[in-house]
């Protein structure tokens, strides 16, 4: 059974860091790109990050280039959303997601979600 557990949410003010990570188990892990995907309320969920099964290839949504990076470490299973001076409008529940081989951006083209882990920026 697929599993994965996001974690590392939290309230933190505007310019701060969090590391958001995501466990997996159930599956062979080095097979499946992961995606890191975000909801505000009354919001659609969108695509923020996201990694390669194979070649660490990633790719940023352009509203957090330069601030947001996704270690990957297959040795644990775990993939990070390291998460460099937050604004206000990255508040959302952040949720991680695994796909067989081939990274997307797209939610829909994920079938396998943790549940989300909340993150609140104040101003």
């Known amino acids: 059974e697929v599993q994965l557990q996001a974690s590392g949410g939290g309230l933190v003010q505007a310019g701060g860091s969090l590391r958001l990570s995501c466990a997996a188990s159930g599956f062979t892990f080095d097979d499946y790109a992961i995606g890191w995907f975000r909801q505000a309320p009354g919001k659609e969920r969108e695509g923020v990050s996201c990694i390669s099964s194979s070649d660490g290839s990633t790719y940023y949504a352009d509203s957090v280039k330069g601030r947001f990076t996704i270690p990957r470490d297959n040795a644990k299973n775990m993939v990070y959303l390291q998460m460099n001076n937050l604004k206000p409008e990255d508040t959302a529940n952040y949720y991680c997601?695994?796909?067989?081989?081939?990274?997307?951006?797209?939610?829909?083209?994920?079938?396998?979600w943790g549940q989300g882990t909340l993150v609140t920026v104040s101003s």
């Open positions: 997601a695994a796909r067989w081989m081939v990274m997307t951006a797209r939610p829909n083209d994920y079938s396998n």
